[in-house]
């Protein structure tokens, strides 16, 4: 986060939940946070957080893991930067009020693009993210490889593969964006997540 995105000053996360803040809080320079969730009680959390007088456990452990502070006068300053939240499924087209060429950075962290049910929906997404950037603007992402489920057709029910996010996809529909992969790693799931095979994180740029 430091080394790639210092200098982010705007910043849309993509179904962020309570995460949008933990990301948001090693940006120095961020001036302004918005947030996509199709849940209401995510926008829900995202707001309890922003009223929360006391600095989470879990930002005091991140920040200590990464040899660095949070304090309760950050989480003023986090609080300053709250801007629109809008609830939407990113599957869908997004509407004008996210406006083209704005953001420095994009950031998908929650699992979202694993979840989908086709590619072309993994394409349609990575392409929208794609136009709401800045020149030189980047999409950080942070996901998994499921196992791929076997679903009943309607008829016959016969079985057939479920959609399941690949490397090779993802990397298409980047590429299909007219972005530009700049760095990507795999990680082994832990054992204590079935259905996970890999994960998958790095960041492209605009």
């Known amino acids: ?44 959390e995202a707001d309890r957080v922003f009223g929360l007088r006391e600095v989470p456990a ?7 893991r990464a040899s660095s502070t949070f304090t309760a006068r950050d989480l003023d300053l986090l609080r300053a ?3 629109r939240f809008f ?12 406006p083209r060429d704005h953001y420095d950075l994009v950031t998908e962290h929650g699992g979202g693009f ?14 929208q993210c794609a136009r709401i950037l800045k020149p030189a603007g980047r999409l ?3 996901n998994f490889v499921m196992t791929p489920r076997r679903i009943e057709k309607e008829v016959g029910k016969v079985p057939a593969p479920s959609f ?3 490397q090779s996809l993802f990397e298409d529909a980047v590429a299909r964006a007219g972005l530009s992969m700049v760095d990507f790693h795999t990680v082994e ?11 998958f994180y790095g960041f492209a740029r605009r």
Do not use: N
Not at 58 to 64: I, K
Not at 114 to 122: E, L, N, R, S, T
Not at 189 to 199: A, C, I, L, N, Q
């Open 1 to 44: 986060m430091r080394t790639h995105f210092a200098a982010a000053r705007t910043v849309l996360d993509l179904g962020f939940g309570a995460g949008l803040w933990f990301w948001a809080s090693f940006l120095s320079s961020l001036k302004r946070l918005d947030g996509i969730d199709a849940s209401p009680e995510a926008l829900e």
């Open 58 to 64: 879990g930002y005091r452990l991140a920040h200590e």
């Open 140 to 142: 950080l992402f942070v």
């Open 81 to 83: 930067k709250r801007g």
């Open 114 to 127: 694993g979840q989908m049910d086709a590619d072309q929906q993994v394409v349609d997404a990575v392409g």
């Open 189 to 199: 799931r832990p054992p204590d997540m079935p259905g996970v095979e890999t994960f």
């Open 87 to 98: 609830f939407l499924d990113y599957r869908a087209p997004w509407p004008a009020e996210i």
């Open 164 to 166: 399941c996010l690949r």
